[in-house]
């Protein structure tokens, strides 16, 4: 009875979990494996990784577009009749006693004739025009000051940093040395085929071989030689050395960190810290404290920007570069702003413009800050774009965010009749016409690197006569300057057709 209680279930259609489908039992084979997963797996666990570093949240840090404050007012919901009397208290509070949009204390910066440019040294002032705004870059950095970050990673061993600069070094490291393998694997090549041509008897005795040329396009000996570096074809060696096999070390130059990275081992030992030191050496070195040399470098036109456009830079200029009583000037008001203008616009030309000469209305300051204040107004945060053959760059939040959309190119349009005198046309100084050939180059830049090209002209009034010069101002100085801009696109015709 009970062998048949026990097969029973199997006859009623109740399969047993000893069994398979087919009424077989499975072999040990997987719930053997099964059961060495089991007991291996908690053995094979590998731990953690350490968790990243979390990034600065840049939404916050940046969420100021200028170096100002705002005091919005609060918002109405017309089903809460509590948020009428708070938008009322809120409004008759700033009506009566208006807050303060400017900071407390007005950030200092310096006017440096040398560099043309402005200088601020005050910590407080560099983050806050970096942050509100992205005014300025770092002197011994590529746009953000990082000096000191990636310094203090040098020299406290085991701290890794990577910034911009320290990207780019690697890259053109990492470039220099694949061109030197391929060199290499180009000279071993021709060596091979020239071995094989003297076994097959192709080459006469007394004859020089000829250079030939490898799959990937670089000209060698044909003798398999080479003399360590890449040879040029209107060169010819009469006696080749034989390729090193291990690439030259890296030069010495100033760029050499302090401590040697766990990456690279061809750093110099002359600058290296040693290995050898003990733990209380090593806290030593890495709770060291130096100076930071690095400030923040302001435009001219970025710095006027925030001295009178804004209103939260005081700026000091050196009372050498104020123009005297008896010196002609453009502006006749004494306002600070004036002598502000009137240095910034003698030494935005090479060589400086003498304190003693009228200033034209075409000098360059005045039309690349008639540009860059259009566009600032606009909300573009503007930056200087040499890097790409260019006036200025324009960013839609910063460059922490996203690349520059737009280059803009600055070209002066003289439309009014007084250019075309005798006196107008020695009054434009070295302004010269573009031709189509610099447009067809400047074109292709921008489009090699994703940029549209914005030409921006900006229309220079004549000079104001001398019953004015006593009257005009900063203000109605700028005034009189009109910018239009014009958008051009590099025209494909594959891609368009």
Known sequence: MEETKAIAPEANGVIDHATDLNGYAPGPGLHQSNATTETTAPSEVRPKPLPRPKKPNSQHIHRFPLPLQTYPLPIFHPTNPLSLLQLAYTYLS????????????????????GSRSCHVTDPDSIKALWEMGFFGKGTLSRSELTWEVRERAKRASGVVVTAAEDATRRRRDERRAFKLERAREGAEKVALQRERE??????????????????DGVVKLADGGSDGVPVDDRVDSAEPEVWPAEPLPARVDERTPLVPNANDGSRSD??????????????????????NEEH?????????????GLGVLDI?????????KNEE????SSTIFAYLLH????????PVQPLDRPLS???????????????????WVVRPGTKFSCDYLLYNRGPVFSHAEFAVIIIPAFEDEYWRTPEGLESRGDQKERDWWWLHCINRVQSQVKKTLVLCYVEVPPPVGESLESKIGVAELLRRYKVREFVLKRWSMNRSK
């Open 94 to 113: 700033h009506l009566l006693s208006p807050p303060s949009s400017h900071p407390s204390r007005l950030y200092k910066a310096t006017f440096h004739a």
């Open 296 to 308: 923040l470098q302001l435009t001219l036109e970025e710095a006027f920007f925030l001295s009178y």
């Open 343 to 350: 240095a910034f616009a003698t030494h935005s030309t090479l």
């Open 198 to 215: 003297r076994e097959s008897g192709q080459v006469e005795g007394g004859a020089e071989p000829d250079e030939l040329e490898t799959d």
């Open 361 to 379: 209305p075409a000098n360059p300051f005045f039309l690349h800050y008639a540009t860059y204040h259009h566009f600032r107004s606009l909300g």
């Open 270 to 291: 002359v600058l290296a810290q040693p290995q050898d030191l003990d733990q209380s050496e090593h806290d030593v070195v890495k709770d060291a404290t130096f100076a």
């Open 316 to 324: 000091d200029v050196s009372s050498s570069l104020r123009p005297g």
């Open 329 to 332: 000037c453009l502006l006749a």
